[in-house]
């Protein structure tokens, strides 16, 4: 992204802070990170889920960039050296801005991390193949069981989970969601965050929604014993649906085992895996169709077995790229789609979709360019 001199030459810090948040979230930016050095301060970006330096701040911006955001997020401004953390929201710009906001003191003062909340997704626009889409949309309407949204960090977990919620049918059902930060509105769904500083645990607040009567709990992160085995024991008869990072299913089944589940109890409520990943979409302002062999193929590091079965010898195949633009920042990338794997413990099919297989489906079908199933 290029160097934001309006924001700079801003004299008015309250509008060059409505700047930074505007145009981060026009240029699809998922993090805002502000880190001072010694000097100076970085703003750094990540977009499309890799990361950039944008621009320098000197040091005396920074710190009244840093107060104008602590009092948008009403964190104390004379807390220097604290931990807060809390939510954002803001009319910036033109751009209804929403996302979290950590202030973490770091040696050379406080860095400040926003997380701008994804657009939210429907089921449909995830990129799931439709097979499994009907498979997973039938599992989302049963009354009980659990379902585990799998995942390394910055996947779209959260985004997927949230679609999870919204295709439970929150307007005829009681659904309600745990999660550790709060990530903006779902309309219908009972949202909680957690907040260990006042014994706001994700294991009370999962107790406390299956009182209250509800028939689908979402949850954002498994990763506390106390919180596996209320999950597991709300699932016999509730539907419970479960952030897990790990890379993939195995991994996932492996974590559950550590964090104390039996085997038998998680064999009896688990309905099934979605392990995910984010490949970035290719540009679509300079895509361009091209021709791909099964020699180009085998150059560029696909897995054989995989070139053997998309490409016979003498055929090349269409792909697309992109040519590169102001659009896309010269990456050829805009925007990101999930990739995923659907694993129906229920009704297990004889070949399931791999990874790959879905990464290779888009690429057929000019999602994503032929070099990106390789990141994923
Ligand atoms: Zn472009």
Redesign the pocket.
């Known amino acids: 992204m290029p160097v934001p001199h309006h924001i700079l030459k801003e004299p008015s810090i309250d509008a060059a802070v409505d700047l930074l948040l505007g145009d981060a979230a026009a240029a699809n930016v998922s993090e805002i990170f502000l880190v001072p050095q010694a000097q100076h301060a970085i703003v750094r970006v990540r977009r499309d889920g890799l990361l950039h330096d944008w621009f320098r701040l000197p040091k005396e911006a920074h710190e009244k960039f840093l107060g104008r955001l602590k009092r948008l997020a009403r964190l104390q401004e004379s807390a220097p050296l604290a931990f807060q953390d809390g939510p954002l929201r803001r009319m910036a710009d033109g751009q209804d801005v929403e996302g979290w906001i950590e202030i973490v003191p770091v040696l050379e003062g406080e860095k400040a991390v926003i997380r701008l909340r994804a657009e939210p997704l429907g089921l449909d626009a995830l990129g799931l193949e439709s097979t499994d889409l009907e498979r997973l949309r039938r599992c989302v309407r049963s009354s009980a069981g659990l379902l585990l949204v799998v995942g390394p960090r910055r996947a779209g977990l959260s985004t997927t989970l949230h679609a999870l919620l919204e295709a439970a049918e929150p307007a005829r059902r009681h659904v309600a969601l745990v999660e550790k930060d709060f990530h903006g509105d779902l309309p219908g769904v009972d949202q909680h965050a957690s907040d260990p500083s006042v014994g706001r645990s994700i294991a009370s607040l999962l107790r406390a929604s299956a009182a209250s009567g509800a028939e689908v709990i979402g949850l954002g992160a498994l990763h506390d014993e106390a919180a596996a085995a209320l999950a597991v024991s709300i699932a016999e008869h509730r539907l419970v649906i479960a952030v897990l990072e790990a890379e993939s299913m195995q991994e996932a089944l492996r974590r559950l085992l550590e964090l104390r589940i039996e085997a038998r109890s998680a064999a009896r409520v688990l309905k099934g895996v979605l392990v995910q990943r984010l490949a970035r979409r290719v540009?679509?302002?300079?895509?361009r169709r091209d021709a791909m062999t099964r020699a180009q193929a085998d150059q560029s590091g696909w897995p054989r077995s995989l070139t053997r079965r998309v490409f016979d010898t003498r055929h090349p195949r269409t792909v697309v790229r992109?040519?590169?633009?102001?659009?896309?920042q010269?990456?050829?990338?805009?925007g990101q789609i999930g990739v995923f794997e659907w694993n129906d413990l229920v009704a297990p099919r004889r070949r399931r979709n791999t990874l790959l297989d879905s990464g290779v489906h888009k690429v057929l079908n000019g999602a994503i360019a032929p070099e990106e199933i390789l990141r994923t």
Do not use: I, M, V, Y
């Open positions: 540009c679509s302002e300079c895509r992109g040519a590169k633009c102001e659009h896309c010269f990456t050829g990338h805009r």
